[in-house]
Nanobody
Framework: QTVESGGGLVQAGGSLRLSCAASGTTFDGYGIAWFRQEPGKGREGIVCLSSRDGSTYYADSVKGRFVVSSDNAKNTVYLQMNSLKVEDTAVYYC?????????????????WGQGTQVTVSS
């Protein structure tokens, strides 16, 4: 399971950093991803990270604005979100899958957190 934190309310153009802590495990051997979900819509995979080789995937909607990183000592993965837009408003989830390669599909992931709300105001 994962525990997300760092969401909140921010103005358009601002930044937020989300954190994802693994509960009861380390990230070794897992694929890690950030998803987001707007009301009434499915979960969109926006950023993926492989714990094996550090390879990443960024959705076009966030490429150049969001950056994923990890701190193994703290067993935490971060999502730095810059130049936020109103359309980035969603609940953000951190998920783990038992295979490292990046995969943007929600059904590929086995462990999920409770999500953290990000609201971007105009």
């Amino acid at each position: 399971q994962t525990v997300e934190s760092g969401g909140g309310l921010v103005q358009a153009g601002g930044s937020l950093r989300l954190s994802c802590a693994a509960s009861g495990t380390t990230f070794d051997g897992y694929g890690i991803a950030w998803f987001r979900q707007e009301p009434g819509k499915g979960r969109e995979g926006i950023v993926c990270l492989s714990s094996r080789d550090g390879s990443t995937y960024y959705a076009d909607s966030v490429k150049g604005r969001f950056v994923v990183s990890s701190d193994n000592a703290k067993n935490t993965v971060y999502l730095q979100m810059n130049s936020l837009k109103v359309e980035d408003t969603a609940v953000y989830y951190c998920a783990l899958r038992r295979s490292p390669p990046p995969n943007r599909l929600a059904q590929a992931y086995h462990y999920w957190g409770q999500g953290t709300q990000v609201t971007v105001s105009s």
